[in-house]
């Protein structure tokens, strides 16, 4: 039973950074929301295609936008905490009952 053990504390272990490297990839996207970066960069368009499909369903769902200040990033922020507190944490506890 211990194999089960460690294989769910891998799929939390790479959830975590998974969501780690994520919730920096959203805070480069509101960093670049402040200048006006080149649109043809490949940097750039990256961070757009990679950030934009869940900004999207933020901005459909809830109105985060107040005075022209989106706040889709720190929302989506917010659920990546919920996400690495709750479900990342749960994961790790239940891989440590199995060992």
Do not use: C
Request: aromatic share 20%; net charge positive; no cysteine.
């Amino acid at each position: 039973m211990y194999f089960v053990g460690y294989f769910i504390m891998a799929v939390a272990n790479v959830l975590h950074y998974v969501l780690f490297f994520y919730m920096w990839i959203i805070i480069a996207r509101a960093v670049l929301s402040w200048v006006s970066p080149d649109p043809y960069n490949p940097i750039v368009r990256f961070i757009y295609k990679v950030t934009e499909p869940v900004m999207y369903q933020v901005r459909s769902r809830l109105p985060v936008s107040f005075g022209g200040i989106d706040f889709a990033p720190v929302v989506v922020i917010l659920i990546i905490y919920f996400l690495q507190i709750f479900v990342v944490n749960s994961l790790m506890r239940f891989s440590q009952s199995l060992l």
